[in-house]
């Protein structure tokens, strides 16, 4: 038998969550972000649940080929646009189209031989100094690329950094509305903390554009846990990472467990080894002390690691679970047999990281299956 250790990627809930960015603003057209292999899911594990979108936004022209791959004739954006010369020409056979973000790509259109012209995303800096133009040299990219005839239609674009925090979103959308005034074509503004925070009923009109980047909500986590749970939001998980118990140990008080003994028994109890380590993509900095393990599920039933998370296992208290034996099902996050959800925000906050960081850190050797 194999180690136990697997990934369940829900279709069901990926057309949940895409409905739920949709309801946000019915009028927009939604790009499934699916960078980073669906963050961490699998591009071909989440094309049946996702290809009711209206296009498909990535980083990787070799993401873009899978995508095609599959037989999606639709949109495929690439949110970076591109890194060299020779990738325009991937651009134009795949019929791919790309944001443009800096002078260095508008030199490579001008001199790229093409057929048919592209469809390009001009990216505003709006505050958030990552990529794009500054509000004071938008409109002279827009002049240059327009006059290129390479390029077909100019969409509009910007990146809040602060959507999903006190900051929000205003100040970057009054330099965006600015910069783009009496400008022709397209916007796209919104990506997941965006999309859930500032476009309810109330705030729709200001934020609204033709095209949302909604990417971790599709996934079912929480752009801005812990204020929001994604259950709070309406979403549902949709990696579930599954083991199961493969060693039990009976612990007197005063017993270690694991590298470095962090965590000694205060009490006799029973301890379940998992079949999950930091080399599946678990946080090792996941705490595991007397006072506050990180929750995880044995048999859908909530408890806690104890000791250091090590390579290939974990320890965890069965205190709470006193029938789970050898063999018993352990979820690490996601939902378990019995239907029990374990956040995948609430197991990252604990290791001091994020949902995101979790689901994209899900290790290759980890074998996912769609569920
Ligand atoms: C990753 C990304 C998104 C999606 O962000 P989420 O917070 O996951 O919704 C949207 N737009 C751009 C440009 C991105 O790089």
Redesign the pocket.
Known sequence: MSRPIQALIHTEALRHNLARARQSSPDARVWA?V?ANAYGHGIERVYDGLRGADGFALLDLSEAERVRALGWRGPILL?EGVFEQRDLELCSRLDLWHVVHCSEQIDMLAVHKTHAPHRVFLKLNSGMNRLGFKPDAFRAAWTRLNALPQVDEISLMT?FSDADGPIGVARQLAAFNTATQDLPGERSLS???AILRHMGPQAAAQLRSDWI?????LYGAS?DYPEHSAADWGLLPVMTLRSRIVGIQQLQAGDSVGYGSTFIAPQPMRIGVVACGYADGYLRASPGTVAQGTPVLVDGVRTRTVGRVSMDLLTVDLTPAPTAGMGAEVTLWGQAGNGAVLSIDEVARAGGSIG?ELMCALAARVPATQA
């Open positions: 972000v960078k949110l990146h990506n997941s903390a980047r909604p990417g971790v909500v752009p995101y």
